[in-house]
């Protein structure tokens, strides 16, 4: 499973004049991608200690997967769900800061994101292992019956369950990690950088011709085209995170169910909305952005932007929503960043404040 794939190393710079031109450090870049958490990531780091800061990087992603994966048995999730308690060993440490994190989210969207939705996951077959299927209303129900964050207890370093509880961090762990990439890049003195896990973006600094980063939102309706955009976002020391309905389902009798589940219903959450991309700055955490993009895509266009009028967390995020009905809406706080609106993409594009 474990891959490495070194795309580029050499400073253009050098490749463009002749002779002894003095190179700029920050020039100097890596590239890894690193296929970890079920997608693909790509992480680019730029500066003097630019390989070393790309493979701690992995470092990082790999030791966080090893303790949330659903679908390792040996995973402190997977050993926390199969016996409903769990006493951390030294190397899960990590699931206290994430546990008390998506508690927080929880409150804070009144259970729309909600980590102990697994078994609900499961009956439809997102958890990966199962077959995709269509579960029944009374199934759904009685599984509904579990989903209660709040009954997840972390006491010193042992966590409990409540009966027939699991958890499923897949809305929050890709996040999580991105958030970790910050303390790698100050570490090392990065400069700039780029990191993508699966639709959470990471732009570190600008980009070294000064400019920000530019980081497509891909169009919902054309999901197997990466090219089809819906605009771009300008980004510099940010987070964006996108969650969307296009990203992981299955078609059954001419229905599409996808993967992000309203805990309301038990179902597909069918809010009005293809994508949610939540936008922060670097130092608010990249979790914050991935529970949220899932939470406000369960609660829908107008929920989503009470939400962010409101911003109930610690930090400032803004937001672009896709609707079903061809809007692309545009709502910031941290003027942060820049929305270019793709021309030609057949949506029509609205600023709310
Ligand atoms: P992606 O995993 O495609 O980046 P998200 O961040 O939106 O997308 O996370 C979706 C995943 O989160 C699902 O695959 C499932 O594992 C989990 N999930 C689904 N619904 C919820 C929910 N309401 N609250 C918390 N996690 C959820
Ligand atoms: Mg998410």
Request: net charge negative; glycine share 10%; aromatic share 8%.
């Amino acid at each position: 499973m474990m891959r490495r794939l070194l795309l580029c190393v050499l400073p253009a710079l050098l490749l463009l004049s002749g002779c002894a031109a003095p190179v700029d450090p920050d020039e100097a870049r890596e590239s890894i991608q690193v296929i970890a958490m079920d997608t693909a990531m790509l992480i680019t780091t730029y500066g003097e200690r630019s390989p070393a800061a790309a493979y701690a990087c992995e470092d990082v992603i790999r030791d966080l997967e090893k303790q949330l994966s659903r679908t390792d048995p040996d995973s402190a999730v997977s050993r926390l769900n199969a016996a409903g308690t769990l006493e951390l060993g030294e190397l899960d440490e990590e699931l206290i800061p994430i546990l008390s994190a998506a508690e927080a989210y929880r409150r804070e969207t009144d259970g729309a994101f909600d980590i102990t939705i697994a078994p609900v996951v499961a009956a439809w077959g997102f958890a990966g292992g199962e077959e995709y299927r269509v579960p029944g209303e009374a199934e759904l129900q009685e599984l509904l019956e579990r989903v209660d964050g709040s009954a997840v207890r972390v006491e010193d370093r042992t966590v409990t369950l409540g009966p027939g509880q699991a958890i499923d961090l897949g809305g929050i762990a890709k996040g999580y990690a991105a958030g970790k990439l910050t303390q790698i890049f100050n570490e090392y003195e990065v400069p700039r950088a780029l990191a993508e896990l699966g639709g959470n973006v990471l732009a570190w600094g600008d980009r070294p011709d000064g400019t920000p980063w530019r980081v497509g939102v891909q169009d919902p309706a054309h999901p197997d085209d990466r090219n089809a955009l819906v605009g771009v976002l300008e980004l510099v020391d940010s987070f964006a995170v996108t969650s969307g309905s296009y990203q992981r389902y299955f078609q059954q009798d001419g229905k599409t169910y996808h993967h992000i589940i309203d805990p309301a219903t038990g179902r597909p959450a069918d809010s009005g909305l293809t994508s949610v991309t939540v936008v922060a700055g670097s130092g608010a955490g990249g979790a914050m952005c991935d529970a949220y993009s899932t939470a406000l895509f369960v609660m829908g266009e107008e929920k989503a932007l009470d939400f962010w009028r409101s911003q109930q967390g610690g930090a400032l995020f803004s937001l672009v929503l896709v609707t079903e009905d061809g809007r692309v809406v545009v709502a910031d706080k941290t003027g942060q960043f820049n929305f270019v609106p793709e021309e030609g993409s057949g949506y029509t594009y609205e600023t709310v404040s």
